[in-house]
């Protein structure tokens, strides 16, 4: 009996959408266009690409701020590549609206995103990657791994991680 209602609470929710809200780890995502951080050398100039990212929310995750972030670059073995640098953080404050919305009357959960920001690599870091491209490193698997900060409609902070590589050359979309 017991597992019978807690089959039927499970049906209950998922049928209304917000199943997603109790099994879904990730509910907010950065989604960068394109979606790698990179660079292009033209005539000796190196030239980051401006990406454009966006909050990814998943259905049913309330809305918020994504305050701000902050990175750090590492390598193919996961470790950091500069502990002491003084890069890496930015603030944001871009709204990103919930999960659901009432459409006539009704709630509707369904994933959303917000507007457009834009995140880029560092030119520092960019410049690093190129001159150890240039001295033939082999080992170039770099990637800004990124915590994301943001404040929820309910006062709650969050944060998340994710990791974007860095690509040469990146052309923009």
């Not at 990730?26 to 690409?49: A, D, S």
């Not at 990175?71 to 990103?96: C, H, I, R, T, W």
């Not at 170039?140 to 990791?163: M, P």
Request: charged fraction near 20%.
């Amino acid at each position: 009996m017991y597992r019978a209602g807690l089959f039927l609470l499970a049906l209950a929710l998922a049928a209304c959408g917000q199943l997603s809200i109790f099994f879904n780890p990730e509910p907010y995502r950065i989604r960068l266009e394109p979606t790698q951080l990179g660079y292009e050398v033209r005539g000796g100039t190196i030239e980051v690409v401006q990406n454009v990212a966006y909050v990814e929310v998943a259905s049913g995750a309330p809305g918020g701020v994504l305050e701000r972030y902050e990175y750090v670059v590492v390598g193919n073995d996961g470790q950091e590549l500069f502990p002491d640098a003084s890069f890496g953080s930015g603030v944001v404050g871009l709204p990103f609206p919930p999960g659901r919305q009432e459409e006539n009357g009704q709630i509707v959960y369904r994933g959303t995103r917000s507007e457009g920001f834009t995140f880029s690599l560092d030119g520092r870091v960019a410049a690093e990657h190129y001159n150890r491209y240039l001295q033939g490193e082999v080992d170039l698997n770099w990637r800004v791994r990124v915590t994301w900060f943001a404040r929820l409609e309910d006062g709650r902070n969050v944060s998340w991680k994710q990791e974007y590589q860095i690509k040469l050359p990146l052309r923009e979309q």
